[in-house]
């Protein structure tokens, strides 16, 4: 990787009002805010020049890492070949040899690939894709979607309707219509400090027969859930517990959906969750690490079974009048070609497998830590729970996230948990100093 020339402005005085700031206490960050103004393997530096390691992978996102030269070049070679082309009755050469290439990561039968701009966009499109293909088959009857508790799906419409993150949802109306969800898998009085996938729980799959038995199998279409819980504070699945959710919905003839945002592209040390859990979907989403965070951009990965059941009727008849003005974006594409080669030569999908009892050892370490409640880990993700103040919910958590930047490292906080993801490429050395800070700001933390 060849460093980018950078040069870090000093903190300035600029105005911070225009910018109106997603998942974010505006009047807060405000007031005193957090500034990153550059990039640079597994570092970010701020605006008044400090090094901050990278706990989170940006957002969950730059697997890589950061500042590679070799993206950056075919960014700019692809903007000045051709800055954008359409994909609606058209096609460019980088859309169909990135869903090649991205085919051959897939496991075995999941070779379509549909573009979208986002993780959000790519939930959206796999609930259509579900809808539509059971309505293609002639079963059209089966519109009801089964999400999670605690599960999060993006923000669109149909992601905060099958997700349960209750604050994505409460502004927002009635939602889609015909949505259910199963119960999340936290519980700690049974698995709290479990190393990798809980033993208590697989039974909690059980809970999809029962939604069947209420509203019959004809009227449901398919079942929505992230393999690995990220954005609710990392909720591992107990052991064999998607495997059951596998076998449900194969028996009452349901779609099942793995929403892959984030544990795709070698999160766990596999391409892919399915991969690792050996429990194959019938549709899942990705975008994040498609294309390191460079460029928005999202993937829905479909077997051949979906895909074909819509190639039928005259060939000039549109098969799913589905899509958006960004899917398969040329530059978007160029920077995911670009990735891929980087992920091969680094062996970055399978590092983490490498590197996890390292991971493992050095989260642990932290039990016993003050106010540490339990502690959850599989592959490079770890989650860190704190006991929340009685008179304050979430403010403990926010205080240790806050202190941890100032002690130049980033982790994530969701309510009183701290999620860790950094970068594929972090060795030994790095993850003792982010944890060793975490150790030291738990310890000052009142």
């Known amino acids: 990787m060849d460093a980018l020339d950078t040069e870090i402005p ?3 005085n600029r105005s911070l009002d225009a910018y109106w700031m997603p998942f974010t206490a505006n009047r807060q960050f405000k007031a005193e805010p957090r500034m990153l103004a550059g990039a640079q393997g597994l570092y970010y530096t701020s605006d008044d020049g400090r090094e901050i390691l990278d706990g989170t992978a940006g957002l969950w996102c730059c697997n890589a890492g950061h500042g590679h030269r070799e993206i950056a070049d075919a960014v700019h070679r692809q903007l000045l070949e051709m800055d954008y082309a359409p994909s609606f009755q058209m096609g460019h050469p980088p859309a169909f040899d990135f869903a090649e290439r991205l085919k051959e990561l897939a496991p075995d039968g999941f070779n379509h690939v549909f573009f979208t701009g986002s993780g959000s966009e790519s939930v959206d499109t796999a609930l259509k894709i579900a809808l539509a293909w059971h309505r293609a088959r002639g079963e059209g009857t089966r519109t009801r979607l089964i999400g999670r508790e605690r599960g999060y799906h993006g923000v669109g419409f149909g992601g905060i309707s099958v997700g349960g993150l209750v604050n994505n949802r409460r502004h927002f109306g009635t939602l889609l219509t015909g949505v259910d969800h199963l119960p999340h898998t936290h519980a700690p009085e049974h698995n709290a400090y479990s190393r990798g996938e809980p033993e208590w729980g697989a039974h909690l799959a059980d809970e999809l027969e029962r939604i069947v ?48 945002v984030i544990t795709g592209f070698g999160r766990l040390g596999t391409p892919f969750a ?20 460079v460029v928005p951009m999202g993937a829905v990965f479909a077997t051949d079974r979906i895909h074909d059941a819509f190639m039928q009727g005259p060939e000039a008849t549109i ?12 530059i978007a594409c160029a920077a995911g070609l670009a990735v891929l080669d980087i992920y091969a030569r680094d062996g970055l999908l399978t590092r983490a ?35 929340p103040r009685s008179d ?5 958590g926010y ?3 806050k202190a941890c930047f100032e002690a130049g490292c980033m982790v994530r906080v969701t309510g009183d948990i701290i999620a860790m993801s950094p970068p594929l490429t972090i060795g030994e050395a790095e993850i003792g100093r982010l944890i060793d800070t975490l150790r030291k700001v738990l310890r000052q933390t009142a």
């Open 399 to 401: 205080d240790v996230f």
């Open 213 to 260: 038995a209420l509203h019959g199998a004809e009227t449901i279409a398919a079942v929505i859930v992230e393999p690995v819980a990220g954005s609710t504070g990392v909720l591992i699945p107990p052991k064999g517990y998607l495997k059951r959710l596998r076998e449900i919905c194969d028996k009452h003839g349901i779609l099942l959906i793995f929403d892959e």
């Open 274 to 293: 399915s991969q690792f859990f050996d429990v194959m979907p019938d549709l899942f989403t990705t975008a994040k690490g498609l294309t390191n965070g």
């Open 353 to 387: 497998a490498q590197i996890a009892s390292v991971w493992e050892d050095a989260v642990h370490s932290l039990k016993g830590e003050p106010h540490v409640t339990d502690i959850r880990n599989l592959g490079l993700i770890g989650g860190v729970e704190l006991a």
């Open 319 to 330: 098969e799913l009048f589905h899509g958006y003005t960004y899917s398969g974006h040329p």
């Open 10 to 12: 000093a903190r300035s």
């Open 392 to 396: 304050a919910p979430g403010t403990r």
